[in-house]
């Protein structure tokens, strides 16, 4: 008699080490599997449930400053290190893995303006409010030694804004006129002038290294080609621009903070209209700083707090504000695209995470795959109700965020006064303007 | 001093010659008087006769130059090249050059007489002789900067636009780890390492100093300073690519320049009214092409054009009051060309202020006599449907003309007959075919109410109706798998164009608005609070949007006084994309006139709609219905056999009849039917409209429809599809985060 047995291969059951998950065998039909979107769904409600549970941003307060944090560096070559210039003319640096300050030097009589730190890491720019600008050595000076600039230059008028070329010993600055110098030469090498008589902030296209653009005070921004000895273009605003920020990703957009609480995205190739515009704030946008991947960016505002934005996104991804955060004057975002630190008025520097939720430290593999696998649960089923009213939640201080229903209810007001005055004007009379033509007064060629 | 007073002498002999008072000319004199004293104080004795009578023959040039200039204003003294004077005092710089101007034959004179000269040149020199021209004066300061402002933006555009392809690849990926492009694997070269290592040793120090006093390399060593220098050189071609640029920049400019310059210049009349009419032509021609694509900035022309004829009204430049006109006028009478002249500018006039029958308006009124034609060809298909079917009311439906009362009656007493055909048709039918009939009454008469009410709209209406019940039954029918998950379609009412402007610049984005309350949320508990506020209240979409969609609801239950569909019908129906006959109507909306025999044809594609509704109905009611469940198991607790029944007793015993459900919504309804399928309580986790990347509804059920889990899927597809983006890999510097982007380095 034959006896017919069950027999199962040990490699398809038996786990190699001990180390290794229990090998499951697992049968894929999908019609075995009828509850397969319920059970899903359930997941992806508790993952966001979860994350905005554990969405604790703050991290750090760097404080010992005795004034106003007015302008941050990030360093060239190492993730530690950080420098802020103060409203005193003082410079510190900081060491970001231990919270401390490492290095204090009185760099400027008044205001230290700007502040950029060189290609190579080994030394740093400041201006300050004395019409001078002054090159530092990154390191500490040894025992003994006085706390001395490297180079300084005495310029004729106060500088307010500074950034240095991405590969060559050139920096920009500007004033009263943007000025290129020369590291060697103690005038500048070119300077370019276009009507206006201030300037407010520099920047250097990361990307196309020989591009600048500046905003200045008669509500324009101007760009500029560093090896032509004019200036390229300029866009005039509704209102001034404070700061812009070159993506570092997309060699031809720029994002501007403006006063009328927007941000602009514009392509420096179509001046005549923006990209996007990204609103949230309520107050004057100061400040902002591109992400190292280029998708996002982050703000800072005069209203005390700080948003983080998409790129292609008109509102904000994500708000930041602590109880004693007044306004916020400088920001930037940390090269690893990790953290996000802010500079502001009350004398402190803050350390922010820029994933809220996001868990800290090396991430076991099995712990990666988790958080990837509700990353992407939460994706798919955000457009389902229940799950965007939870990961849209956010808290807001009582103040923004009745001001911020007024501006809500002014601007419906507007609208509802224009829809008004068209119904009852001849009709093509009143033309539909959209949100991103309003803001351009006009182009100069 | 001997000179000086020659020169008084000469003075004196002028003053004798002419004794009119010469002031200006007085004070020149004196001038050069005192310059001349401080000058020649050394040669007082040197006199020569010659030399006198050439200084007086220059005396009395210069005299009759400021005689000259004395009449008009004093001239600027032109910069002027001149060599040195024919006689060369050797004591003294002689300020005045030459008797005459040097001219370019006197210094190619000597040119003419060598041999060595070759003829061309000789040639071209002659053709520069002849000519006369003075050199054109460069454009304006402010001009020139545009064109260079306007050339270095568009360079640096382009040179920019090469980064498009790589950007929209980057946009695109599905996933990007950065650094973008790591450092290649392997050894890396001597001198990167040497960069990093600093001197440390005294004898290293030595070294070092030997070798940087040497000027030789120690961090790369493959080049010294002056090497490196001449590597850094350009080389021959590079500096002839840049020379070709540079000139190609300058001749660009000079291009822009003498355009500028000669369109300025340019002085004919006739010309510039040729160049107007051209371009009144070319513009013409634009204006007729942007009608057709873009009659919003076609309008926005013709707006200017309106503006400019109002101008010329006001102005009157081109009518018979101005001086010429005037002057012309009286000329007319012997002169023909001073008539003609007359005429032509009148002529001007008249097209000028002429109110302008556009192109737009054209197509308009042409599009509104097709309309028309439809309507009477409408009328004609009607009737000859009519005479085909006549139990259907839809069929014979006046669409746009506003019935008369005779009409009316004619219809009444047609809709009888239509029920009494009815009735004869549906004779082998149940009694129950009766209230069938009644319903068909019903419609009729409402028909009746709403032909009188509102001339061509209800027809529309009630066909759009219609359809959405079929829809909405079919819907029911067919979605009963994944219904938790779906997305229910929601016909949108077209709603004011300016608020879609609004909703487009804030509610697209609206959607990606974070929700910023005053609470906080800690626990998982808040989180439970925070869901059940929410479902306690749903939220509407924006606020914005809704009132003109609750105007429109007004406006609907104002026009018709039965059962508004959209408030009963809470079943969302599937939008049909038919155009219809516009509920509002809209003249500018002239597609959908001319599509109406078609769609007619289409909405009755041979069918008897309200049969086939009401067949519909009943099928639905009968669904609803409790259905007696029978438990009966044949065989059980008796001996089996074949044939076997089971007693009536059991039968009647394991019958389970259910409750009667409650009734139906729909049931005093005739011309409606209500799922009661649908479920509120999921509608608050069910999404409502599509999001936004995907197209259509089957496209969004499909990806929520797949899993992503390794409960469903293998490792690898998991693994494929869960991972992070952007991946963060290692930290990146700044501008080295991009050195794929970085070309010249």
């Given at each position: 008699m034959k006896v017919q047995v069950l027999s199962r291969n040990p490699d398809d059951y038996v786990?190699?080490?001990?180390?290794?998950i229990q090998r499951v065998p697992r049968n894929y039909d999908p019609s075995l599997h009828p509850f397969e979107v319920s059970r899903e769904y359930t997941r992806a409600l508790n993952a966001t449930k979860l994350e905005r549970v554990f969405a604790k941003p703050f991290l750090a307060s760097l404080d010992g400053h005795r004034d106003g944090v007015n302008c941050l560096a990030k360093h060239t070559r190492s993730l530690s290190t950080l420098l802020s210039g103060s409203c005193d003319g003082e410079v510190k640096v900081w060491n970001l893995t231990k919270h401390e300050c490492v290095r204090t030097l009185q760099a400027h009589g008044g205001f230290v303006r700007g502040m950029v730190v060189r290609y190579c890491g080994n030394s740093f720019f400041t201006i300050g409010d004395d019409k001078t600008i002054k090159q530092w050595k990154m390191e500490a000076p040894g025992y003994g030694e006085e706390e001395e600039p490297l180079n300084t230059i005495l310029g004729k008028t106060v500088f307010t804004g500074l950034d240095h070329h991405q590969k060559k010993g050139v920096f920009a600055t500007c004033g009263q006129q943007v000025d290129i110098w020369d590291e060697q030469r103690s005038t500048p090498i070119r300077s370019f002038t276009w009507g206006v008589d201030s300037f407010s902030s520099v920047r250097f296209n990361p990307v196309e290294t020989e591009l600048l653009g500046s905003c200045a005070s008669d509500r324009s921004i101007v760009l500029y080609d560093m090896r032509e000895s004019t200036p390229l273009k300029k866009v005039i605003m509704t209102m001034r621009t404070n700061t812009l920020c070159w993506n570092p990703m997309e060699a031809y957009c720029f994002t501007c903070a403006n006063e009328d609480y927007n941000l602009y995205t514009y392509d420096m190739r179509h001046l005549e209209k923006p990209i996007k515009v990204h609103m949230d704030h309520v107050s004057a946008v100061l400040d902002v700083d591109y992400s190292p991947t280029g998708q996002e960016f982050v703000s800072a505002s005069f209203d005390k707090t700080i948003r983080i934005f998409s790129k292609d996104d008109g509102h904000s991804r994500e708000v930041y504000h602590t109880k004693r955060m007044q306004h916020v004057i400088c920001i930037k975002w940390s090269a690893d695209n990790k953290y996000i630190l802010s500079g502001s008025d009350e004398m402190n520097i803050r350390l922010w995470k820029a994933n809220a939720a996001e868990k800290l430290g090396v991430l076991a593999p099995r712990e990666r795959e988790v958080v990837n696998y509700s990353q992407k649960l939460k994706e798919k089923f955000q457009h389902h109700p229940q799950i965007r009213r939870i990961a849209r939640h956010r808290h807001l201080p009582k103040n923004i965020y009745h001001q911020k229903n007024e501006l809500r209810i002014m601007k419906e007001a507007r609208r509802r006064k224009e829809m008004n005055v068209r119904k009852h004007s001849?009709?093509?009379?009143v033309p539909v303007v959209s949100e991103k033509e309003k803001h351009v007064v006009s182009v100069v060629k | 001093m001997a000179r000086v007073s020659r020169k008084n002498g000469n003075k004196n002999k002028l003053k004798g010659r002419c004794s009119v008072p010469l002031v200006g000319l007085g004070d020149q004199q004196l001038l050069y008087e005192e310059e001349e004293v401080s000058i020649d104080?050394?040669?007082?004795?040197?006199?020569s006769s010659e030399e006198d009578e050439v200084e007086h023959e220059r005396k009395r040039q210069k005299l009759l130059e400021g005689i000259s200039t004395l009449g008009g204003k004093r001239k600027r003294a032109q910069g002027e090249r001149s060599e040195a004077a024919v006689h060369m005092s050797e004591f003294s710089v002689n300020t005045d050059g030459g008797p005459g101007k040097v001219k370019l034959s006197d210094l190619i004179g000597s040119l003419e007489k060598s041999p060595a000269v070759p003829a061309k040149s000789r040639q071209q020199l002659k053709n520069l002789q002849r000519i006369k021209k003075t050199i054109n004066s460069p454009l304006s300061k402010e001009e020139t900067e545009r064109i260079q402002r306007d050339m270095a933006f568009q360079k640096a555009a382009s040179e920019v636009s090469r980064w498009d392809s790589i950007i929209t690849q980057n946009q695109r990926a599905e996933q990007l780890l950065f650094p973008l492009s790591q450092e290649p694997a392997g050894p890396r070269p001597v001198e990167r390492l040497v960069a990093g290592w600093n001197v440390q040793t005294p004898l290293e120090q030595e070294i070092f100093a030997l070798l940087s006093a040497n000027k030789q390399p120690f961090t790369d060593p493959i080049l010294t300073p002056a090497e490196e220098a001449s590597v850094r050189a350009m080389s021959l071609e590079e500096a002839k690519i840049r020379r070709a640029e540079l000139q190609k920049a300058r001749a660009l400019q000079s291009y822009y320049e003498a355009k500028a310059r000669r369109d300025r210049k340019i002085k004919s009349k006739k010309y510039h009214k040729v160049q107007i009419k051209a371009k009144r032509k070319e513009f013409l021609k634009h204006f007729e092409q942007m009608a057709k694509t873009d009659p919003a900035a076609a309008l926005q022309e013709l707006n200017k054009m309106e503006l400019a004829r109002m101008q010329e009204r006001m102005s009157l430049k081109h009518q018979n009051s101005s001086k010429w006109a005037k002057s012309k006028a009286i000329m007319a009478k012997y002169d023909e060309e001073a008539r003609k002249a007359m005429q032509q500018q009148l002529e001007m006039n008249r097209q000028l202020t002429q109110k302008l029958v556009t192109p737009l308006n054209d197509d308009y009124e042409q599009e509104e006599g097709d309309a028309g034609e439809t309507d009477l060809l409408l009328d004609f298909v009607n009737d000859a449907v009519d005479g085909r079917d006549a139990s259907n009311p839809w069929m014979k439906g006046k669409l746009t003309e506003e019935p008369t009362q005779k009409q009316l009656n004619d219809m009444t007493t047609e809709a009888a007959q239509v029920v009494s055909t009815v009735a004869a048709e549906e004779e082998e039918l149940e009694a129950e075919e009766t209230e069938e009939e009644a319903l068909l009454r019903e419609f009729d008469s409402n028909r009746r109410l709403h032909q009188a009410q509102e001339s061509d709209i209800a027809g529309g209406v009630f066909l759009e109706e219609m359809t959405e019940d079929r829809a909405a039954a079919e819907d029911s029918e067919a979605s009963d798998c994944l219904s938790e998950f779906t997305i229910t379609s929601r016909g949108r009412e077209k709603s004011f164009k300016d608020t879609e402007v609004f909703n487009c610049a804030d509610f697209t984005d609206g959607s990606a608005q974070l929700d910023e309350r005053l609470v906080r949320i800690r626990t998982v508990e808040d989180l439970e609070l925070l869901h059940h506020d929410s479902s306690a209240e749903p939220r509407h979409p924006p606020t914005a949007k809704d009132p003109p969609s609750e105007e429109k609801h007004m406006g609907k239950s104002k026009k018709k006084k039965g059962i508004e569909l959209k408030e009963v019908l809470t079943k969302e129906t599937n939008v049909i994309k038919v155009p219809l006959t516009p509920t509002v109507t809209d003249s500018d909306d002239a597609e959908s006139k001319l599509d109406q025999r078609e769609l007619i044809k289409e909405a009755f594609a041979g069918d008897d709609v309200i049969s086939s509704f009401l067949k519909d109905k009943r099928r639905q009611e009968d669904e609803g219905k409790p259905k007696v469940i029978d438990l009966t198991l044949p065989g059980w607790g008796e001996w089996g056999g074949m044939g076997l029944k089971p007693p009536k007793r059991k039968r009647k015993r394991f019958r389970v009849k259910s409750a009667p459900p409650p009734p139906r919504k729909d049931q005093h309804l005739p011309s409606v039917i209500i799922s009661e399928k649908r479920n509120t309580s999921l509608s608050l986790h069910q999404v409502h409209s599509l999001p936004f990347p995907f197209e259509d509804h089957g496209q969004f059920e499909s990806c929520i429809r797949s899993p992503l889990g390794r409960t469903w899927n293998t490792e690898e597809t998991v693994k494929k599809w869960c991972h992070q983006t952007p991946e963060f890999g290692s930290p990146s510097w700044g501008p080295s985060l991009v050195p794929w982007l970085r070309r010249n380095c």
């Amino acid at each position: 008699m034959k006896v017919q047995v069950l027999s199962r291969n040990p490699d398809d059951y038996v786990r190699e080490t001990k180390h290794d998950i229990q090998r499951v065998p697992r049968n894929y039909d999908p019609s075995l599997h009828p509850f397969e979107v319920s059970r899903e769904y359930t997941r992806a409600l508790n993952a966001t449930k979860l994350e905005r549970v554990f969405a604790k941003p703050f991290l750090a307060s760097l404080d010992g400053h005795r004034d106003g944090v007015n302008c941050l560096a990030k360093h060239t070559r190492s993730l530690s290190t950080l420098l802020s210039g103060s409203c005193d003319g003082e410079v510190k640096v900081w060491n970001l893995t231990k919270h401390e300050c490492v290095r204090t030097l009185q760099a400027h009589g008044g205001f230290v303006r700007g502040m950029v730190v060189r290609y190579c890491g080994n030394s740093f720019f400041t201006i300050g409010d004395d019409k001078t600008i002054k090159q530092w050595k990154m390191e500490a000076p040894g025992y003994g030694e006085e706390e001395e600039p490297l180079n300084t230059i005495l310029g004729k008028t106060v500088f307010t804004g500074l950034d240095h070329h991405q590969k060559k010993g050139v920096f920009a600055t500007c004033g009263q006129q943007v000025d290129i110098w020369d590291e060697q030469r103690s005038t500048p090498i070119r300077s370019f002038t276009w009507g206006v008589d201030s300037f407010s902030s520099v920047r250097f296209n990361p990307v196309e290294t020989e591009l600048l653009g500046s905003c200045a005070s008669d509500r324009s921004i101007v760009l500029y080609d560093m090896r032509e000895s004019t200036p390229l273009k300029k866009v005039i605003m509704t209102m001034r621009t404070n700061t812009l920020c070159w993506n570092p990703m997309e060699a031809y957009c720029f994002t501007c903070a403006n006063e009328d609480y927007n941000l602009y995205t514009y392509d420096m190739r179509h001046l005549e209209k923006p990209i996007k515009v990204h609103m949230d704030h309520v107050s004057a946008v100061l400040d902002v700083d591109y992400s190292p991947t280029g998708q996002e960016f982050v703000s800072a505002s005069f209203d005390k707090t700080i948003r983080i934005f998409s790129k292609d996104d008109g509102h904000s991804r994500e708000v930041y504000h602590t109880k004693r955060m007044q306004h916020v004057i400088c920001i930037k975002w940390s090269a690893d695209n990790k953290y996000i630190l802010s500079g502001s008025d009350e004398m402190n520097i803050r350390l922010w995470k820029a994933n809220a939720a996001e868990k800290l430290g090396v991430l076991a593999p099995r712990e990666r795959e988790v958080v990837n696998y509700s990353q992407k649960l939460k994706e798919k089923f955000q457009h389902h109700p229940q799950i965007r009213r939870i990961a849209r939640h956010r808290h807001l201080p009582k103040n923004i965020y009745h001001q911020k229903n007024e501006l809500r209810i002014m601007k419906e007001a507007r609208r509802r006064k224009e829809m008004n005055v068209r119904k009852h004007s001849k009709p093509g009379s009143v033309p539909v303007v959209s949100e991103k033509e309003k803001h351009v007064v006009s182009v100069v060629k | 001093m001997a000179r000086v007073s020659r020169k008084n002498g000469n003075k004196n002999k002028l003053k004798g010659r002419c004794s009119v008072p010469l002031v200006g000319l007085g004070d020149q004199q004196l001038l050069y008087e005192e310059e001349e004293v401080s000058i020649d104080r050394v040669e007082e004795d040197i006199i020569s006769s010659e030399e006198d009578e050439v200084e007086h023959e220059r005396k009395r040039q210069k005299l009759l130059e400021g005689i000259s200039t004395l009449g008009g204003k004093r001239k600027r003294a032109q910069g002027e090249r001149s060599e040195a004077a024919v006689h060369m005092s050797e004591f003294s710089v002689n300020t005045d050059g030459g008797p005459g101007k040097v001219k370019l034959s006197d210094l190619i004179g000597s040119l003419e007489k060598s041999p060595a000269v070759p003829a061309k040149s000789r040639q071209q020199l002659k053709n520069l002789q002849r000519i006369k021209k003075t050199i054109n004066s460069p454009l304006s300061k402010e001009e020139t900067e545009r064109i260079q402002r306007d050339m270095a933006f568009q360079k640096a555009a382009s040179e920019v636009s090469r980064w498009d392809s790589i950007i929209t690849q980057n946009q695109r990926a599905e996933q990007l780890l950065f650094p973008l492009s790591q450092e290649p694997a392997g050894p890396r070269p001597v001198e990167r390492l040497v960069a990093g290592w600093n001197v440390q040793t005294p004898l290293e120090q030595e070294i070092f100093a030997l070798l940087s006093a040497n000027k030789q390399p120690f961090t790369d060593p493959i080049l010294t300073p002056a090497e490196e220098a001449s590597v850094r050189a350009m080389s021959l071609e590079e500096a002839k690519i840049r020379r070709a640029e540079l000139q190609k920049a300058r001749a660009l400019q000079s291009y822009y320049e003498a355009k500028a310059r000669r369109d300025r210049k340019i002085k004919s009349k006739k010309y510039h009214k040729v160049q107007i009419k051209a371009k009144r032509k070319e513009f013409l021609k634009h204006f007729e092409q942007m009608a057709k694509t873009d009659p919003a900035a076609a309008l926005q022309e013709l707006n200017k054009m309106e503006l400019a004829r109002m101008q010329e009204r006001m102005s009157l430049k081109h009518q018979n009051s101005s001086k010429w006109a005037k002057s012309k006028a009286i000329m007319a009478k012997y002169d023909e060309e001073a008539r003609k002249a007359m005429q032509q500018q009148l002529e001007m006039n008249r097209q000028l202020t002429q109110k302008l029958v556009t192109p737009l308006n054209d197509d308009y009124e042409q599009e509104e006599g097709d309309a028309g034609e439809t309507d009477l060809l409408l009328d004609f298909v009607n009737d000859a449907v009519d005479g085909r079917d006549a139990s259907n009311p839809w069929m014979k439906g006046k669409l746009t003309e506003e019935p008369t009362q005779k009409q009316l009656n004619d219809m009444t007493t047609e809709a009888a007959q239509v029920v009494s055909t009815v009735a004869a048709e549906e004779e082998e039918l149940e009694a129950e075919e009766t209230e069938e009939e009644a319903l068909l009454r019903e419609f009729d008469s409402n028909r009746r109410l709403h032909q009188a009410q509102e001339s061509d709209i209800a027809g529309g209406v009630f066909l759009e109706e219609m359809t959405e019940d079929r829809a909405a039954a079919e819907d029911s029918e067919a979605s009963d798998c994944l219904s938790e998950f779906t997305i229910t379609s929601r016909g949108r009412e077209k709603s004011f164009k300016d608020t879609e402007v609004f909703n487009c610049a804030d509610f697209t984005d609206g959607s990606a608005q974070l929700d910023e309350r005053l609470v906080r949320i800690r626990t998982v508990e808040d989180l439970e609070l925070l869901h059940h506020d929410s479902s306690a209240e749903p939220r509407h979409p924006p606020t914005a949007k809704d009132p003109p969609s609750e105007e429109k609801h007004m406006g609907k239950s104002k026009k018709k006084k039965g059962i508004e569909l959209k408030e009963v019908l809470t079943k969302e129906t599937n939008v049909i994309k038919v155009p219809l006959t516009p509920t509002v109507t809209d003249s500018d909306d002239a597609e959908s006139k001319l599509d109406q025999r078609e769609l007619i044809k289409e909405a009755f594609a041979g069918d008897d709609v309200i049969s086939s509704f009401l067949k519909d109905k009943r099928r639905q009611e009968d669904e609803g219905k409790p259905k007696v469940i029978d438990l009966t198991l044949p065989g059980w607790g008796e001996w089996g056999g074949m044939g076997l029944k089971p007693p009536k007793r059991k039968r009647k015993r394991f019958r389970v009849k259910s409750a009667p459900p409650p009734p139906r919504k729909d049931q005093h309804l005739p011309s409606v039917i209500i799922s009661e399928k649908r479920n509120t309580s999921l509608s608050l986790h069910q999404v409502h409209s599509l999001p936004f990347p995907f197209e259509d509804h089957g496209q969004f059920e499909s990806c929520i429809r797949s899993p992503l889990g390794r409960t469903w899927n293998t490792e690898e597809t998991v693994k494929k599809w869960c991972h992070q983006t952007p991946e963060f890999g290692s930290p990146s510097w700044g501008p080295s985060l991009v050195p794929w982007l970085r070309r010249n380095c």
